[in-house]
């Protein structure tokens, strides 16, 4: 059974009210909602939203697919030395960049410009471009 069946399923189930109420109360249009009716896939976010008015889990939408666990990407497993390394690798990185602000931070100071003359004191994220020039 496609999505689009089940969602019209459960609507015919589970709500009372006409298709325009209930396309409101999912935030979106009437035509999208008989739209849905007929597709094969749907936006994660109105199958959040259909679930949350019809009072339904979202995996009933999903129905025997889900149970076979078919989803559209794959298992990946990670190893947890891999993790680890690649946390060292960051942090000595992080370490790096901590020293190289310092010393940046430091050739500014010296040249009497101060942190005062920053447009904004730089962050890990936006450390400043220094051109050191001989006088």
């Known amino acids: 059974m496609k999505i689009g069946e089940r969602i019209r399923e459960a609507v015919e189930n589970q709500w009372t ?10 935030e979106m249009s009437v035509s999208t909602l008989y739209y849905l009716y007929k597709k094969d896939s ?17 995996s009933y939408f999903l129905g025997e697919e889900s149970e076979k666990n078919t989803y559209p990407f794959r298992q990946v ?14 942090e000595k990185e992080n370490a ?3 020293r190289e602000n310092t010393f940046l931070m430091s050739i500014i100071d010296r040249a ?24």
């Open 17 to 26: 009210g006409t298709a325009d109420e209930l396309a409101a109360a999912c």
């Open 77 to 90: 497993s990670i190893d947890s030395e891999y993790l680890k390394k690649y946390v060292e690798q960051l």
């Open 42 to 58: 749907v936006d994660t976010k109105h199958l959040m939203n259909l679930s949350k008015v019809l009072n339904v889990p979202v």
């Open 112 to 135: 009497g410009l101060g942190k005062q003359h920053l447009s904004s004191y730089p962050t890990r994220t936006q450390r400043p471009f220094v051109a050191v020039t001989a006088p």
């Open 96 to 98: 790096r960049l901590d």
